[in-house]
């Protein structure tokens, strides 16, 4: 069996995110994601490679979104819609709610704004959504009879989930987007201890290790009071969704601390809209948030009201949050041109900029002046602040989650090439992982863990379940009561459970294969059991007689009277105890140790007693018998045995 | 008989299922109170004569009459069977069912609930008008009750702390071998705090995160309603009360005695004083809370999961995966509900037992005209297939007939709400059900808007706010109606806005300050408890109970004569009424036709209410209280999955005779998530060398055994056994070359005896190349 993963997008790039995984037969397609720096078809996957025919309904058993950004999730009113798949798509809650925001958004600033052809409508949104299964964290969700999938936290943005998916008995998790550390609204990503043959994680910050956020906050928090303080405006360029509400609850914490009564503006409606839905799904936000739901919700803004445009040349500080991003457009880039000239404004730009915005401009250099086209021109005399909040786990919390989960093999993608070849070798060598990094349309192969399934008797568990016990006596002289002057030896019983299934394969034609234990494997194939056993009689010196005292024996025979067996065998424990450890047992008539059985033999021609010709030392015959699991051992002994005396004491 | 029957069901426009009646000032024998449908069908024991044996020597323990006997460790029982026992069959919806099973060697408790009902035997907290210490003691009444019973007067309620009464049958188990406690509802959970709290109590409790969060809030709220009884009796004594007394016992009216020591008389040991505020909190920590249909693994051998009911938000059926079975716990369930997710029969497929838990059975009455419900399928023509059947029967489990029935009675309600308030009365809503709260808001604010009135809605409860704002933040918890306006970003009920329009005001008690400012009459007013002996509705219905224009508004299955009892003469109007609570009876055949489980544990007293057709392939067994019943598992042997790389090294002999491969096989044994898995071992690398067989069969022939020695260069003589020797039938080869050996040979036994181990080892090789053996 094996695992066949497709990367249509974000291999060695970031953008347009999505895989196509095959386990056991079951295609899942994680992500349908869109490449915002491209405006040709490279901005969707290439669909023609899933299925020649185009139909996607066969080819592909169900969609996971794993969150509502648009390189995630922008190209899939195209592929329902567009393309026709009509399967079963999953989402979180949140990601189902918040999903159509971001793609009508975007859909009326390609449409409205740029005035391109629409590649899906407001109703293709609409439609598309209604197709999608919105699923709870760590729920279960059976696809089909043998497609099992289930989400975990992710942290990154709102409803930010990675996703397990299990057929049969091959597993595997696709993280999408995630943060190992929980920042002012969201938690960090949570996942169980899976077994998993496949990770497929993002590797945005692949080689990168951050610093707390908390200075970073300071600084933030520090320019923005320092700006309304002189009566300067603020602006922050933000999309509606994540950020703005990070920020929002951080300025508004701020603003309550220090009894500030500057007003904060959102610009748009879009933004107020987007909070009454952080407000009803607060419970996937961080626990500290989260606890606010009862008294006050955190997203009930006490200082934040919606802004008119009137108000832009208002006079007076304020702080405003204004749509889109990266100032590509639209109200943002309105407001941007009238307080860009006075310096006592201040623009902070969130997150990263894509190249060719007004954003990536002022964050590369400090212009002085920007030509927002042929004709116009503006002078930017404003102070700039960029500030380095992402979303995404460093490349620490990436290694803590491979090892965390220790799956089989791991796929990077969402990085950039150069710093996934980097971190592969990491993962290579610092975790022993097989690790790959396919680059678009490529295939990665894996095999995946396949049981034999076989029926099992009772007795085989319960021998299995057996606590196998090894008792090992350490005599350890505890030295740090050496100043006591009382070198106390104590003795130290280790012991050890080693617990080892053995058992016995029945495999039959036409029958489900059978496990047993070893005992009723005879009774299973109608056989009779055959002994095979290992004899020897074994001399053991017992040297000068005169000088153990107490005993008199018959000397004449070279052997003992049955009288004294029993203070023999006890000697002869005592000596094996010294060298063997704690595993030789004295049953009064015999020694043991597994299956070596040791009893004086008192016979005078015994059959197991090889050595030829009289004894020149006075010694005392002790029959072995074993079997021939342990043949090693009973050697071991027998050689002991032959070597000692046991006169001496 | 006022307004009796009036709504029956039977009536030509099918009246939703309410009845109405103004309380006559008097208690007059020939005055019922209130004529319902469902005549109290699940109190059945309570209002009858008492059957059982009444203790009547105070020398007599109840606690020594039993019917269980103490369950012995069902540890050594064999494991094929499990075990159940049903320790209470609960009362109505705020009183749910409780049973224990064994398991897999585990011992699992669903829910733990209080009788809540028990509370009407303790008056409520006498206002100083109410109060009158010239009240005749119930010591003196008693004389006369005794002769000829009568309706019970108010005077005989019990005026002390009210004690609460537990489920009796679970004190007789030991709490600390509780393995596991499965809670299905935030009614279920009220009595955990008992249990969580005892010394060596090691159970976890698998709760779904809503019940945990509402069971927590109903919790908070009773403690919180009991502390007025606290000021008011002042500390509790130490030692049983008073009123527990058996002389005190004895004198009490029948209909009290009976809910005190219940049908059998040894029900005395149940009942507690309420846990406080920190044993609410202790038991909340020891909680673990779920999602849907989030697996959770408890000791590697159970695989635990919750699926929702559809009762109320958060409410949950459990199935639990064994290695040798899998149970669905199917307690009081709605198909279609309108604000709760509805219930996920699809998930309890696949079970082979289902224990069958719902004892709400809404439609007892409906018993009378049918006599009993047969599948409605089996009636049709055989010549539908199985799967048309199906179709058929999950047809008739979503039929929405339900959900618009209590839709119906829903707006009768209103329709009698908007009539008080018209007439210048108030009035009193003290329903315990979230859904039901939740809809009457909106559907009573809609009639007022309608109707242009203006009449504030207040919601007194210490924890209505908070439980308010809960709602509308869990849209995975609600149907599917609500969570499409999560989509659409409106919130899921409409008392946010209510209050944002100052509609609906929201205290947590009724001296709040800020209560007295706003308040105005008439009005609307929603407030625990229903038992009407705690909390705000106890103030709220004195003030109100005189007033003929005024309308309380109770729940059917609750002894309105008891419950009213300390508020005669009541001129207030009542309207009781019963909601949905479970599955309907003639649904339960089709709902297992789909679920086909191979066994049912079913109530016995629903035993004649639902027949079965034999095509059913379903064994069922009837469980009644406090009986234990062994069920047996279909499964002998469990499955055990062996990883593929250590498959890959078995040596496999195959049997010449069969065409039987057989192979050793060695590994780490595990069993996680309810499965037997074998691992490649660390000690792959010696396992991986061919060892010598450990087991032989077959018997050795001496000839082959000499000619292969010979190859060997071992040379040896076969000496027949002589009469030395013990056992006669032993032949012996002497080996002399290299060394001196010997074999000895028996039917069954070999042994060799070899100088030393080379030679000794080349013998056994020769002995095992002629024997069969692994």
Redesign the interface.
């Known amino acids: 069996m094996a695992i066949e993963c497709l990367v249509l997008g974000a291999g060695q790039e970031v953008g347009k995110s999505c895989a196509v995984v095959t386990i056991n037969g079951k295609r899942i397609m994680f992500d349908c994601g869109m490449h915002m720096g491209y405006l040709d078809h490279r901005r969707f996957p290439d669909f023609s490679l899933i299925s020649k025919s185009a139909d996607f309904n066969t080819a592909i058993d169900c969609i996971v979104i794993t969150h509502f950004h648009l390189d995630h999730v922008g190209a899939l009113p195209y592929f329902t819609e567009v393309c026709g798949y009509s399967g079963p798509i999953y989402m979180t809650y949140p990601t189902k709610a918040l999903s159509p925001l971001m793609l009508e958004d975007y859909r009326k600033v390609m449409v409205d704004r740029r005035g391109e052809q629409e590649l899906f409508s407001n109703d293709d949104i609409m439609k598309c959504m209604k197709k999608v299964i919105a699923v709870d964290l760590k729920q279960t969700v059976q696809v089909d009879k043998d497609l099992q999938i289930r989400a975990y936290y992710a942290g990154h943005v709102l409803g930010a989930a990675m996703f397990y998916a299990k057929v049969g008995d091959a597993a595997m998790v696709y993280t999408g987007d995630y943060n190992m550390t929980p920042d002012r609204h969201l938690g960090a990503a949570q996942i169980d201890r899976l077994q998993l043959d496949l990770l497929i994680t993002e590797s945005t910050y692949a080689t990168t290790v951050r610093d707390s956020k908390y200075a970073r906050e300071r600084e933030f928090l520090k320019a923005v009071h320092k700006c309304v303080a002189d009566g300067g405006k603020v602006l922050i360029p933000t999309f509606a969704l994540g950020r703005a509400q990070e920020l929002c609850i951080l300025l508004d914490n701020y603003w309550e601390r220090m009894n500030l009564k500057v007003p904060i503006y959102f610009s748009a409606g879009l933004t107020i809209q987007a909070n009454m839905y952080y407000k009803m799904l607060i419970s996937w936000t961080n626990q500290r948030v989260k606890e606010t739901y009862a008294t006050h919700n955190a997203f009930d803004f006490k200082n934040v009201r919606s802004f008119d445009r009137s108000l832009i040349n208002a006079p007076g500080p304020c702080v405003l949050f204004a749509t889109p991003g990266m100032i590509s457009g639209g109200f943002s880039l309105e407001v941007f041109k009238l307080w860009a000239p006075s310096e006592m404004n201040l623009v902070t730009l969130p997150g990263y900029c894509l190249a060719g915005t007004i954003g990536h401009k002022l964050t590369t250099g400090k212009p002085t002046k920007i030509d927002l086209d042929k004709d116009i021109q503006i002078s930017v005399r404003c102070q700039i602040h960029q500030l380095s909040f992402s979303p995404h786990t460093d490349a620490k919390g990436i290694m803590d989650l491979v090892k965390f989960l220790s799956p089989k093999h791991v796929i990077l993608v969402h990085g950039e090439k150069p710093k996934m070849a980097s971190l592969k070798g990491k993962i290579e060598s610092d975790l022993g992982i097989q690790c790959y990094y396919p680059a678009n349309n490529d295939t990665v192969c894996i095999p995946s863990t396949c049981w034999l399934k076989a029926d099992t008797s009772k007795t085989f568990i319960r021998s299995s379940l057996n606590p196998n016990f090894k008792f090992v006596k350490t005599i350890s002289e505890d030295k740090s009561n050496l100043v006591s002057k009382e070198t106390e030896a104590t003795s130290v019983l280790q012991v050890h459970d080693e617990r080892v299934a053995e058992g016995i394969l029945i495999v039959e034609k036409s029958k489900k294969a059978k496990v047993v234990h070893q005992n009723e494997l005879l009774l299973m194939i109608g056989k009779d059991k055959h002994d095979v056993q290992f004899a020897y009689c074994c001399p053991v010196q017992i040297g000068n007689l005169e000088r153990t005292k107490g005993m008199d024996f018959a000397l004449s025979k070279n052997v003992v009277s049955t009288s004294d067996e029993c203070s023999w065998l006890h000697l002869l424990f005592a000596k094996l105890a010294t060298k063997l450890g704690g595993n030789i047992q004295d049953f009064g008539q015999h020694l043991q140790v597994d299956s070596i059985h040791i009893s004086v033999c008192l016979k005078d021609i015994c059959p197991y007693r090889t050595t030829d010709g009289p004894q020149k030392e006075p010694a005392v015959f002790f029959c072995c018998t074993w079997s021939v699991a342990d043949v090693n051992l009973a050697w071991e002994i027998i050689s002991i045995m032959e070597n000692l005396d046991l006169s001496i004491i | 008989m006022a307004g009796a029957g009036a709504y029956g069901r039977k009536s030509a426009h099918s009246q939703p299922n309410c009845s109405k009646s103004g309380l006559g000032p008097g208690p007059g024998p020939d005055q019922p109170i209130i004529t319902c449908r469902l005549l109290r069908s699940l109190f059945t024991p309570l209002i009858q004569t008492l059957r059982g044996p009444i203790l009547s020597s105070s020398s007599t323990s109840p606690l020594i009459q039993r019917r269980v006997e103490r369950p012995r460790s069902t540890r050594s029982l064999p494991s094929v069977y499990m075990k159940f026992t049903c320790l209470s069959k609960g009362g109505n919806f705020y009183f749910p069912p409780c049973h224990i099973i064994t398991v897999s060697g585990f011992r699992i408790l669903l829910d733990c609930p209080l009788d809540l009902s028990s509370l009407m035997i303790f008056s409520p907290i006498p206002t100083h008008a109410f109060s009158n210490p010239e009240l005749p003691s119930p010591d003196s009444v008693d004389q006369k009750r005794q002769k000829h019973e009568r309706p019970i007067d108010s005077s005989e309620l019990i005026r002390a702390q009210p004690w609460f009464k537990t489920v009796t049958s679970l004190h007789l188990w030991n709490v600390p071998f509780i393995d596991v406690v499965l809670i299905s509802s935030p009614m279920g959970m009220l009595g955990l705090p008992f249990l969580s709290r005892v010394n060596g109590f090691r159970a976890k409790i698998y709760v779904t995160e809503v019940t945990a969060r509402i069971g927590q809030l109903l919790m908070e709220d009773l403690v919180l309603m009991n502390k007025e009884f606290r000021q008011f009796y002042g500390c509790e004594e130490s030692g049983l009360p008073q009123w527990m007394n058996w002389e005190k016992l004895e004198s009490l009216p029948s209909l009290f005695r009976e809910i005190v020591l219940g049908e059998d008389g040894v029900e005395l040991g149940g009942w507690m004083p309420l846990y406080s505020a920190d044993d609410v909190k202790g038991c909340m920590q020891k909680v673990h809370t779920?999602?849907?249909?989030?697996?959770v693994c408890y000791n590697g051998t159970l695989i635990i999961?919750a699926v929702s009911s559809g009762l109320e938000i958060g409410t949950c059926n459990w199935t639990i995966n064994g290695p040798k079975r899998n149970i669905a716990c199917l307690s009081s369930s709605i198909f279609n509900s309108s604000h709760a997710m509805n219930f996920d029969y699809h998930a309890l497929r696949g079970n082979d037992l289902i224990i069958y838990s719902d004892l709400s059975s809404p439609v007892l009455e409906d018993v009378k005209d049918n006599s009993c419900y047969s599948a409605p399928t089996s009636q049709k023509s055989s010549t539908l297939s199985a799967d048309n059947d199906q179709e058929a029967s999950a047809e008739l489990l979503l039929s929405t007939s339900e959900s618009l029935e209590e839709m119906e009675k829903l707006n009768f309600i209103c329709s009698c709400i908007i009539d008080s308030v018209k007439a210048g009365g108030s009035v009193l809503i003290p329903i315990g059900r979230l859904g039901i709260i939740l809809q009457l808001l909106e559907l009573i604010s809609l009639s007022l808007e309608a109707s242009s009135l203006k009449v504030p809605i207040f919601i007194i409860s210490s924890v209505a706010?908070?439980l308010l704002?809960?709602t509308?933040?869990?849209?995975?918890w609600l149907c599917k109606q609500r969570?499409e306006k999560?989509?659409s970003?409106e919130?899921?009920f409409a008392h946010t806005q209510l209050i944002k329009e100052k509609k609906l005001h929201v205290f947590p008690a009724v001296h709040s300050p800020n209560l007295l400012k706003i308040w105005q009459e008439p009005c609307i007013a929603f407030s625990p408890h229903w038992s009407l002996r705690l909390g705000p509705v106890v103030h709220l219905l004195r003030r109100w109970s005189g007033d003929e224009n005024s309308l309380l508004i109770m729940e059917e299955g609750v002894d309105a004569d008891l419950a009213l009892l300390p508020f005669k003469p009541m001129a207030m109007k009542v309207l009781q009424c019963s909601f949905l609570s479970g599955i309907k009876l003639q649904k339960v055949q089709p709902l297992l036709k789909i679920l086909q489980p191979k066994f049912v544990l079913f109530p016995e007293d629903l035993r004649q209410l639902v027949s079965y057709s034999d095509t059913n392939s379903h064994a069922f067994f009837y469980y009644c209280e406090n009986e234990t019943l062994p069920v047996p598992s279909l499964k002998n042997?469990?499955?055990?999955?062996?990883?593929?790389d250590l498959?890959s090294l078995?040596h496999?002999r195959r049997?010449t005779a069969?065409?039987?491969?057989?192979?050793?096989?060695?590994?780490?044994?595990s069993?996680t998530h309810g499965k037997?898995?074998?691992h490649s071992?660390s000690?792959q690398a010696d396992s991986s060398q061919s060892r010598?067989?450990?087991?032989?069969?077959?018997?050795?022939d001496l000839e082959r055994l000499l000619a292969v020695l010979e190859k060997m260069g071992i040379r040896g003589s076969v000496e027949q056994g002589n009469s030395d020797?013990d056992s006669e039938n032993a032949r012996?080869v002497h080996v002399y070359e290299p060394?001196?050996?010997?074999i000895?040979v028996r039917e069954?036994?070999?042994?060799?005896?070899?100088?030393n181990?080379s030679l000794?080892?080349l013998i056994?090789e020769a002995?095992?190349g002629i024997?069969?053996?692994?």
């Open positions: 779920l999602k849907y249909a989030q697996e999961k706010e908070e704002a809960f509308n933040i869990i849209p995975e969570q999560l989509f970003g919130p899921f042997s469990s499955e055990l999955e062996i990883a593929a498959v078995i496999c049997l069969e065409s039987i491969g057989i192979g050793r096989l060695k590994g780490d044994f069993v037997h898995q074998l071992g000690e010598p067989p450990l087991l032989h069969w077959g018997s050795l020797t012996v060394n001196k050996a010997l000895e069954n036994s070999t042994i060799i005896s070899a100088s181990e000794s080892s056994f002995v095992d024997l069969s053996g692994l």
